[in-house]
């Protein structure tokens, strides 16, 4: 694959589909989970995305059930819970593994491009962020607990 916007990814719905339609958008890409210590970063993932969208941003969340089984649900409780709790509606994909031989290709190409503390590749936790410039170019990645709110200035910069 010779960009980010060529791989594959799974919608909620099942369908599968590229990163393409986002080409041009400046991405913040997230592992997230309903039943975790970070799950109250909805809020600000879902601010961010409302406060940018306007400008060409977008957040896309990938639900992960491989760190203390803490997104146990099926995509349809996912969003409901992400709707009815956290009034979300930046994009959830199909849950996903972002580790191991069965990592999806989206995170196994952010982890291998975006190096973790001491040069690791595994994502730790659930949302972990990765953030993508207009062109497709991976700006940074940042540990779970950076807030969303932490992350608007590098957001501006690369939406300007």
């Not at 997230?30 to 969208?53: D, I, M, W």
């Not at 969340?61 to 509606?89: A, H, K």
């Not at 991976?138 to 950076?146: D, E, I, N």
Request: proline residues 5%.
């Amino acid at each position: 694959m010779s960009t980010i916007y060529e791989i594959p990814v799974q919608t909620a719905s099942g369908e599968i589909k590229t990163l393409s339609e986002y080409r041009g958008q400046v991405m913040l890409i997230v592992n997230t989970a309903s039943k975790c210590g970070f799950t109250p970063q909805y809020h600000g993932l879902e601010a961010l995305y409302r406060k940018y969208s306007s400008q060409g941003f977008v957040v896309l969340g990938f639900p992960c059930n491989q760190f203390g089984s803490q997104e146990p649900g099926d995509i349809t409780e996912i969003q409901n819970f992400c709707s009815l709790t956290y009034d979300v509606t930046f994009p959830l994909f199909a849950k996903i593994n972002v580790n191991g031989s069965d990592a999806s290709p989206l995170f196994q190409h952010l982890k291998s491009v975006a190096k973790g503390v001491l040069g690791s590749e595994a994502i730790k936790w659930n949302f972990t962020k990765f953030l993508v410039d207009r062109h497709g170019t991976v700006l940074g990645r940042y540990a779970p607990t950076t807030t969303p709110e932490s992350l608007e200035k590098d957001i501006e910069a690369a939406l300007h």
